[in-house]
């Protein structure tokens, strides 16, 4: 077997027993041609690489600029496979096994003001053509609701958006199912661009086109409203309602879902359940909200704090 054949199989594997997204997938078959592009440069594939050569390969990324991130994804991907072709048969070792990573800085993520979204949810309401606006507020008003990653919003199927519900069910990472709570204004918005969808979805039936099966149906390849145009509708709200674009990604959206809900006095523990992470150490970044909370308590109520 080539290393693209070897590739190949890791990722259909990875789809068939951990069912991976297809972004995560993506991302690893990138890193690994990437990788084996590498080997290729020194008369090496997957067959013959050394411990000595991977952790070569990392020294050289570093050496290209590679963001500590970026460079610990590409060792995941690496370790992952040569798990796999160990359990499978396809090399008798398992070369990556004691490499340690360069691991993730931890940063406190960008986020937004509770003004600033409000002002991008108003910019929703008023910027463009009608059915433009009631996709957009639907978008941003679910997006902020209930913290979903962007991959999961566009995806989301409409099936699970009728009968005016309290709760969405959402398919998150490795096919894990979730419920998070709809807030009013977000089942306001979502009753309103159902209106308009099904009245679209109506109209392309009689002129002969398949109806989706998608809340935000696009003519594309994927069926649904991409991550890419959304990336643009979010930027162009954030010009409209004078928020820095530079500032504004569906990303930070979620953050900013997490962080105030934090802010207001949320379980850790709940916000983690409704993020989808599979770990709480991945939603204590957000704990510097806590902190900052903690530290106005003592400040503003403790009988020996100065006032000024």
Not at 34 to 41: C, E, M, N, V, Y
Request: glycine share 6%; charged share 25%; net charge positive.
């Amino acid at each position: 077997m080539t290393d693209l054949h070897w590739i190949s199989a890791f990722l259909d594997a990875q789809a068939a027993e951990l069912g991976a997204a297809d972004n995560t997938r993506l991302a690893y078959g990138r890193d690994l041609k990437d990788f084996t592009d590498w080997l290729a440069t020194r008369q090496s594939d997957f067959t013959q690489v050394s411990r000595d050569q991977i952790e070569t390969y990392l020294i050289d990324c570093e050496a290209q600029g590679l963001a500590r991130s970026t460079r610990a994804r590409r060792l995941s991907a690496i370790k992952q496979l040569f798990r796999f072709t160990f359990e499978e048969g396809l090399r008798p070792d398992n070369p990556a096994i004691q490499i340690r990573g360069p691991g993730r800085a931890k940063k406190l993520p960008k986020t937004l003001s509770e003004a600033e979204v409000d002002r991008l949810l108003t910019a929703a309401r008023t910027v463009g053509r009608g059915s433009d606006r009631l996709r957009n507020t639907c978008l941003m008003e679910l997006l902020y609701a209930t913290g979903m990653r962007v991959s999961e919003l566009v995806s989301l199927p409409v099936a699970a958006a009728r009968g005016d519900p309290r709760l969405l069910l959402i398919l998150g990472k490795g096919g894990k199912e979730r419920m998070v709570p709809l807030s009013s204004p977000a089942r306001a918005a979502l009753s309103e661009w159902l209106i308009s969808r099904d009245a679209s979805e109506a109209q392309a039936r009689e002129k002969g086109s398949p109806e989706s099966r998608f809340l935000f149906p696009s003519r594309g390849k994927s069926g649904h409203l991409t991550r890419h145009r959304f990336f643009q509708i979010i930027k162009d709200l954030a010009v409209a309602s004078g928020v820095s674009p530079d500032t504004v990604t569906p990303h930070t959206l979620r953050h900013a879902f997490a962080t105030h809900l934090l802010a207001h006095g949320a379980d850790l523990r709940a916000i983690q359940t409704l993020l989808g992470h599979s770990d709480v150490a991945t939603t204590e970044i957000y704990t510097h909200v806590l902190d900052e909370r903690l530290k106005a308590l003592v400040l503003d109520h403790h009988p020996l704090a100065r006032k000024e």
